[in-house]
């Protein structure tokens, strides 16, 4: 079991969390914050990185990340509303890729990612009022539109695409043809009411960040409510800005706090077990967390908006 400790220490040349005598259950592993091991892949994006950043080989690239997931073959995929695309990066090959449009238009605001089990990546897009996705090979291939106000985070699971819509306060559903299926939930401090939800993760159960109630909400998939934690504060086991959520092979659930500049980590009861992180620009150090996703080997990526790159860590069972 995970214990709260807040601090840090070394540990085989990298920080772990929580200090000694307690067994270290997160290492630091790496960060990454600019290209500088990284090739575009085709002329055209280097072009558009001169555009985004005035350079053509910039160290920074990334300029408002706020969303970030894994594709099934470990490429990096960051969307990054404040450049108007989505960012690329696979660590083996030491690529860069980036997309900024699509046969349905621009991307204006690209904010929530997510990977069905077949490798299709689906990314909404908050001012478009649109789900794009994509195959394999990144072609886009279908559009999600629906009375969608500002669709944010989002969800595959059990072949239903779950797509936060932060104006509507609800949770929309559609199938994998794009037919909308309905919605759930409405602005309110009850249970399964929402005040600007933000972004949702699954396993057994739907957890949803609701982001101005500084709460997570547990459903189950026929939207019974089961349980809700967390409250306003400045305190371990509490939330000032919740944004992203993801949840480990333990079914530990991981909320980023852009405001609080860490993550915590609860259990599937929503009881505390770890806080990591504090403000700062060091490793292990945050400045407003957005995006976090884990990958099959319990990888933890977390993209920061303020310091503009990733963080990678691992959790030590």
């Given at each position: 079991?995970?214990?709260p ?6 540990k085989d040349?990298?920080?772990?969390w929580?200090m000694?005598p307690d067994?270290?259950?997160?290492k630091f ?9 990284f090739q575009?892949?085709k ?12 350079g ?8 408002q990340?706020v ?10 995929i960051i969307a990054?509303?404040g450049?108007n695309?989505?960012h690329?990066?696979n660590?083996?090959?030491?690529e ?5 449009e699509?046969k349905y238009?621009k ?6 990612l997510?990977f069905?089990?077949?490798g299709?990546?689906y990314v ?15 072609n886009?291939?279908?559009e999600?539109?629906g009375?969608?106000?500002?669709p ?8 239903t ?17 794009g037919t ?15 005040n ?5 993760a699954?396993?057994?159960s739907?957890y949803?960040v ?8 547990k459903?189950?998939?026929?939207w019974n409510?089961?349980l ?6 400045t305190?371990?086991?509490k939330?000032?800005?919740?944004k992203?959520i993801?949840?480990d092979?333990?079914?530990?659930i991981?909320?980023?706090d852009?405001l609080?500049d860490?993550f915590q980590?609860?259990n599937?009861?929503?009881?505390l077990l770890?806080?990591v992180?504090r403000?700062?620009?060091g ?13 099959a080997?319990d990888k933890?990526?977390?993209?920061e908006t303020?310091?503009?790159?990733i963080?990678i860590?691992?959790y030590?069972k």
């Open positions: 079991m995970i214990v400790h807040l601090p840090a220490q070394e040349s990298g920080l772990v929580p000694p067994k270290p259950r997160i592993l790496q960060t990454i914050s600019s290209l500088e091991k575009p892949k002329g055209f994006f280097a072009k558009i990185l001169s555009f985004i950043t005035g053509e080989r910039p160290s920074q690239w990334l300029v990340p969303g970030i997931a894994i594709a099934p073959d470990g490429r990096i990054d509303p450049a695309c989505l690329v990066l660590l083996k090959e030491g860069y890729d980036a997309i900024t699509t238009g991307f204006i605001s690209p904010v929530g997510a069905a089990s077949d299709t990546l909404s897009d908050s001012q478009r009022g649109d789900v794009i996705s994509f195959d394999h090979d990144l886009a291939h279908g999600f539109k009375p969608l106000h500002r944010a985070g989002i969800l595959i699971e059990h072949d695409l779950y797509v936060v819509d932060v104006g509507g306060h609800d949770i929309s559903m559609f199938d994998r043809s909308f299926l309905g919605s759930f939930g409405h602005r309110g401090t009850e249970d399964g009411e929402f600007y939800p933000v972004q949702l699954a396993n057994n739907l949803v609701d982001g101005l109630n500084y709460r997570i909400q459903f189950d998939f026929g409510h089961t809700t934690f967390g409250s306003q504060g305190v371990a086991g939330f000032s800005s919740p992203g993801a949840l092979s333990d079914s530990d991981y909320v980023t852009a609080m860490n980590i609860f599937p009861a929503g009881q770890l806080v992180g403000k700062g620009v490793d292990g150090e945050f400045m407003s967390p957005g995006g976090i996703t884990i990958d080997s933890i990526y977390i993209v303020l310091n503009k790159r963080q860590f691992q030590l």
